[in-house]
């Protein structure tokens, strides 16, 4: 088989449905089949996913989720030279989405893997739309193929060398049989893209395999999303997001007034409720940048509670 489609699910409600069957309606040349990997949902999703044409559903138990065993346990499960991995919230913007994934694999046989475009759901808050569009546009404009670096290109350079993300992906199955994902809780795509890269692979950017997907976090949600990614950035890759409490404050109240003027332009007309709302997200993301680079090292209470992988609250 030439392409599979892995999708890791848990209450996936509507928007599971909605990437469901853009999924099921995508147009290729190819036979392709679709698995889903539900961890104990509770909503009816795997009931849905049972009932679908075309999809296998694997149950597993919910203590038995990581992100980055269950990925080994679905390209283990499917068959296909080529698997495509999607998170339930992310709904494929067109029905040449895989077409798209497959045609660039194709066109780059040095690729181990790829990640696609995101672009924010229609009505998304817009500081997350915001945010989306510009990290995703910034790969849009760059190169779409990323080789190993040197090893003494700086911790920055690599980092965006090898960003990837299991969200909307594209892996081959002869470089995952030589590099498996790590079997960790947080940051498995970033940790497989460096380790490919390691062993000689390259990484790339498909445009074409775009995607709707965007969160609506509430600041205290945020800010535990902020700590999980600064301790991973700190403790995998040796990149401190933000090391000290000045710079956290000062970038805080860049970011306050930064995103009120992008609030402004979206709602005008409600500046108390915009400045509020900039201040929160701000703070809120400083804050979990913060506490995450400097407890990137510790286990204990502190990290319990921040985290939102420590506490079984991140999505699949």
Known sequence: MKVSVALLTKDGGPGLRECVRAVRGQRLDHDFEILAIDSGSRDGSAQFLRAEPGVSLVPIDPL?????????????????????????????AHDRWLAGFVAFMDAHPEVAGAFGHQEPHAG???????????HFGSFAAGPEVFSPLDEHAPPEARLRNHFFSNVNSCIRRRAWERVPFREVPFGEDQLWASDAQAAGFATGFCRAATVFHSHDYGPATLARRRYDEARFMRRELGV????????????????????????????????????A??????????????????????????????????????AP
């Open 240 to 275: 401190g997001v933000i090391a000290s409490w000045p710079e956290a404050v000062r970038i805080a109240r860049a970011h306050t007034s930064y995103f009120e003027g992008r609030l402004a332009q979206a709602r005008p007309g409600r500046p108390v409720a915009n400045w």
């Open 124 to 134: 998304a808050d817009p500081l997350e739309a915001w945010e989306v569009a510009h």
């Open 277 to 314: 709302r900039a201040r929160a997200r701000a703070w809120a993301s400083a804050l979990g940048n913060w506490a995450g680079t400097r407890l990137a090292h510790r286990d204990g209470l502190a990290h319990r509670l921040l985290s939102l992988t420590e506490r079984g609250r991140a």
């Open 64 to 92: 038995a989720f990581q992100h980055g065993r269950t990925r080994n346990e679905a390209m283990r499960r499917t068959r296909g030279e080529l698997v495509a991995f999607l998170t339930q919230d992310a709904v494929p």
